[in-house]
């Protein structure tokens, strides 16, 4: 390192040359930064709280004998705050569903959590839709906002399907244009899904009168 | 004085990496951990069913019949009991919930004379929370032995050796005998004399083998048999007629002649009888 | 759209001088504002080891900073090295700050209640990254601090520092000394097992036994919050722990380290006349200046240190955890922790109202008024024998006292129970818990027999059993035995049986002792925790 670099390094007026002691010093100094920066992410990584497998947080693995039958009311899961629903051919021709967020067939875990507010909605099977207590959002079975205050659809929880040498065959992934999670659609290899309440994806925005953009 | 500069940043960069070290082997460390501790759990919980449960549940949990149910059964873990009452959640949550609150009412199908107490301090019972929980540990790791190995099925009733100790026995296999032994649980008592005479030999005093030659001969024994084999048939399907000397009375469960079969009885006579 | 122009000072001065100089006087500014004083030259002058200019510039941030307010701006050159202080109470200083903040970080996992503690423990240990690296170097930080603190005072007393005018000093260092013990006590109770249980709870049995009585009940419903330690007594401990004993030992260091700075740090005996305090009358070229000298050396320090810290905890020393605390059963040779075995060790020889409460607190008073009644004008060696054999016998006394305090001297149940406890103790995981699982077979087996098991650690561990069961033979006992039995009792679990069985000399009827233990395949005891 030449002494001109050295002290641009240094960031100091060019009078005094960079001697090896103060050199040593700069290269302690850093050695300490990195070692400050170092034990920060320690920290951070220590203080991050770790969810085990069946806690809020973590992963929920459902089995397939557990899941809803396509076209049926949603099922809840209430320590894993989701709703499983399995969107068959009949829910995607709903006429009510925006023509905003086009839909396929598959399964999707719900968050119960109503995104006005944050209450929790509930389900409706006279309207054959979720309605919320507060201050009456509606939503249909797919997650998608047809009416109320909320600003935007249901979130989802990225949702993976395994099957029996636990090796993921189907996931979640954001669909074009509304950035929502895809339905996942239980091929025969599956066995059971696995639920990650640690990973939600939003809800597409969605606030013109009877749902749209 | 430069030195402390080369051997301070020395220092720092030797803690940095080490530090990446630790980081990179955490997972599998906790991981480690969590085992461990496991199997930690396993053993307070077996120490804890010895001193609580066994006496109504039998010795490895095998039941004791008209006073507790068997709960190292494959019906237990395949779900079968569960499914019987309708319950909806995991083996474990029930096998917890069990030991905690007890039993105030007889379940289903069951009629035993004692209603299983509590044994949480939440419901007024002597164990903490990580006591039941250890216990549930233990009873749920039965679930492989339960499941999987061999299984006593109880002779058909036509086949039953009944209690007639003068009965000819077929030719026993004595390492079937062994393998039936520890399948029927039998070492919870008679492996180590507290509760039955002990089998194995110890110290100055022979095994069962042995000691059952004698047994028979002395002035006290108020029993019916005249030879060894005898003996230990008497032993085993009809306890009551002597009991040796220090050990209480009714503990035996007294009805193995009507869950073996001869071959099984011989297998056992033979076993015993190569135990000196 | 803005209604008024902002007026940034800075595009000022760029354009009266130029961006780059006016850049580089910006940075000048802000260093010399974090330095409290020293501009970006002075600072690069420190870092050269320059001789400093007239005034000295490196006086200003202990004039002017924070930081280092208290901090002397030199050392006498006597006094710049580890000799003859060790730098013992600089070293008691980073071991408090360095126990608040792997404290704190601790913290964010502990919930001060018996039905959660123990399992915050399994939850640090088992789903926390770094948590058994926190636990373990908070653990060695405070075992480090005892005797670290325990040195700088036995440093003191040697180089008769305490002597005037510095009396006060010295009397804070002993409120400090208490503080750093009952911090380290109570620190002892949180994680809520066997250990932690038993060993405070002999502690604060001591608080119980105050005469007289009412006092004593008083303050121990105080210290425990409850007849018994459960729920109220572990929160009173944390709360003590965490906040109280800390900022008593904060105020207390304050006002200590303020005392040392305001008389100076003496020097070393010889170095002054007898009767003569020239700590603060140091000639110019005797002064070793904290910038950057001082300072160096203490960034060497901590950085040594901190190596050595987590070296120490990643390789070698690892935290214990006992099982659950059991109101119901205290573990047989249960001690209390190593810096309080002396006093364990005095209430094995008499009453324990004299020997647990007024001996020692005859020599804390003592202590406290040393400097008040030790009044001798010399700090010299020569002149002070007497009280540097007081010292070097009341270092031997505590030894002694501490071996005392252990379970080897005075404590034993009968020969059969201790010959068992050498193979299963319980108060730690010892040598049955920690040989090869795999190589415990299955089978009975006489400890006269040793020989021939069947493996080396059951031989290993036969032998052992062997040779303490020929301590129960006595005239009352003969024809002793020990069996140790080994069954398959589930998947992965063993069960061992270790009987003594002996004979009667008067009435020929056999007697026996028997415990059991359960050995798992996976439990991996012996790995520090």
Redesign the interface.
Known sequence: MSEGEAQAAAGVPARLPLTRREFLYYLWGASMALFMAEAGGAIVWFALPLFREGEFGGVFSVPVSEVPAPDTGPKEFPEGRFWLVNIGQQTVADARQPGDYPLEAGVRAIYKVCTHLGCLYRWVPVNDRFECPCHGSKFLKTGTRIDGPARRNLDTFIVEAVDAAGQVVARTEPTMGSQEGSPVVLGPAVVSLRVDTGRRIQGAPNSRPGGGR | MKWRILLGTLAIVAVAGLLGMIALRERDRMAGFTQAYHARQIEVGAALFENNCRTCHGPQGKGIDGVAPAINAADLFNGQRLAAIGYIGTVEDYVRGVVAAGRPIPSAGTNYPNRMPTWSQRYGGPLREDQVDSLAAFIMNWEEQATGGAVSTPAAPGEVVGTDIALTLPEGNADSGQALAETLGCGGCHLQSTVGPAWQAEGTQPGIGGRAADRFAQPDYTGQATTADQYLFESIVSPGAYMVPGFGQGLMPGNYGGRLSKQDLADLIAYLLSLR | MSLFRIHLPILDEIKAKGLKPAL?DK??EIVTRITAGLN??EV??V???DPPGRPNPRLKPHDEGFWLHMRPTYYHNLLDGLYPTFRLGWLSTFFFAFELLTGV?LM?YYTPSP?VA??NM?NL??????????RDMHKLGAELMVIVVALHMLRTFVTGSYKKPRQFTWATGVVLLGVTLILSFSGYLLPWDQLSLWAVTIGASMVEAAPPEMVGRTLNLLVRGAPEIGANGLLRFYLLHVIGLPLVGVVALGVHYYKVIHHGHSLPPGAEEVGVDTAKRVPMEKRTYFMP?IL??E??YV??L??LL??AT?FFYHAPLE??ADTLVTPLHTTAPWYFLWVQGMLKLGDKVLWGLIVPGVLTGMLLVLPYFEVGPSRRYGDRRVGLSVAAVAVCAMAILSYMGTPHYGVSTSADQEAIATLLPQTHPGPLRLAAWGELTVG?Y?ASAWASAPTASLQELLQTFNEDIQRVESPERTAV?G?M?I???????K?I?L?V?WTATATGQSGEY?Q?????????YG?G?
Do not use: C
């Not at chain 3, 069954?487 to 679990?493: I, V, Y």
């Open positions: 580089r940075a000048d970006t030259a690069r002058g870092l050269r080891n970080f964010v039905l123990y399992e399994l240990l088992s789903n926390v990254p770094f948590g058994r690296l926190m000298d160096t050396r960034l060497f950085s040594a901190i190596a987590i070296g990643a099982p659950h009975s006489e035995e069996i039995v069954e398959d009792w589930q998947p992965g679990l069960k049986t009987r069985l028997s059991t233990a359960y050995l798992h395949r996976d439990s991996n790995q925790e």
